[in-house]
């Protein structure tokens, strides 16, 4: 009896643990249903149709022939997202493990830095889009301004004015931004590794560069692979900040894939509304950016061995 009495507990408690479970699951289960799932079924809807937000009819694959055949804007823009995405990333992965290396350090002042430099992550992308577009200006930046009062120019310099200078400050105001966080990441990384690794080392006298190549990186694999694709992926996805500094000038130039689809979704910049024509580009690129993941994953699969 006193056995039964005990099974029936558990099971009473067990079932409580898991409609308290179910309870606080449900809110953020709801919201990526509604926020995730929906927009999918509403593209995949539109996709093959000329809906334009009023009115539309059924077109099959209309869309996507107009897409692959007569729409060289869209690939345009898709290999200018790879150029910005990877050039950036060369530059802002490197440099995140770095200052995680160094701020991982009992130094003075580590603290500091570590906020300082993330900082950046909380202001909103238009907001640094709309400041380096201020600082960078062809006239009155305060960038030319003090290149000119030192002497090192003689005229102003069109930042934006030319695509690579343009890719360069989007890249640049992107690093600033998303290095800090990066950092972050790398830092719980680090903080995984035992530390009796490192003292065996320095007993052994192994240099500083090969510690790093045969422990560091080694023991951070996982995390270094879900970093990196985290930003792989949200780099391809870049929009608001070209939005909000260039906005695809000069003629184009910088118009990455994610600023293309949006003028098409909401007749942005001259366009006329033409969501079937959009959902039918964001459908491809959701399936670009799958590729992606999967060759990226399959490429780094050693990372996590």
Not at 165 to 185: C, D, E, K, R, Y
Not at 252 to 276: C, L
Request: charged share 15%; with cysteine; glycine share 8%.
């Amino acid at each position: 009896m006193v056995k039964k009495k005990a099974k029936y507990s558990s099971l009473e408690h067990s079932r409580r643990d898991t409609i308290q479970a179910v309870i606080m699951v449900a809110p953020s289960l709801l919201g990526f249903l509604i926020l995730v799932y929906c927009p999918i079924i509403y593209i995949l809807r539109y996709a093959p149709s000329n809906f334009n937000g009023y009115q539309g009819s059924f077109t099959g694959l209309e869309n996507f022939t107009r897409l692959f055949t007569r729409d060289t804007d869209y690939w345009a823009s898709l290999g200018t997202t790879f150029i910005l995405a990877f050039g950036k990333l060369a530059v802002e992965i490197p440099l995140a493990l770095m200052l995680a290396i160094l701020l991982s350090k009992k130094i003075h002042g580590a603290g500091f830095f570590r906020v300082v430099l993330f900082l950046p992550a909380i202001i909103s992308t238009a907001i640094v889009g709309l400041i380096f577009s201020l600082m960078f200006g062809a006239y009155d930046g305060i960038v030319n301004v003090l290149l000119k009062e030192a002497h090192i120019i003689r005229e102003h310099i069109n930042w934006f004015g030319n695509k690579w200078t343009a890719l360069v400050m989007l890249g640049s105001a992107s690093v600033w931004q998303n290095a800090g966080v990066n950092m972050i990441f790398f830092m719980v990384a680090l903080q995984q590794i035992p530390s009796e690794l490192y003292e065996c080392s320095s007993l052994d006298g192994v240099p500083p560069f090969k510690v790093f190549w045969y422990i560091t990186l080694p023991m951070i694999g996982k995390m270094f692979q879900i970093i990196l694709l985290m930003a792989i992926i949200g780099s391809l996805k870049m929009a608001d900040l070209v939005l909000a500094s260039t906005n695809g000038q000069p003629g184009g130039a910088t118009e990455v894939v994610m600023t293309h689809v949006f003028k098409y979704f909401f007749g942005y910049s001259g366009r006329s509304i033409q969501i079937g024509y959009a959902s039918s580009m964001s459908v491809v690129t959701g399936i670009i950016l799958a590729f992606v993941s999967v060759v990226y994953l399959k490429t780094t699969k050693r990372l996590t061995d």
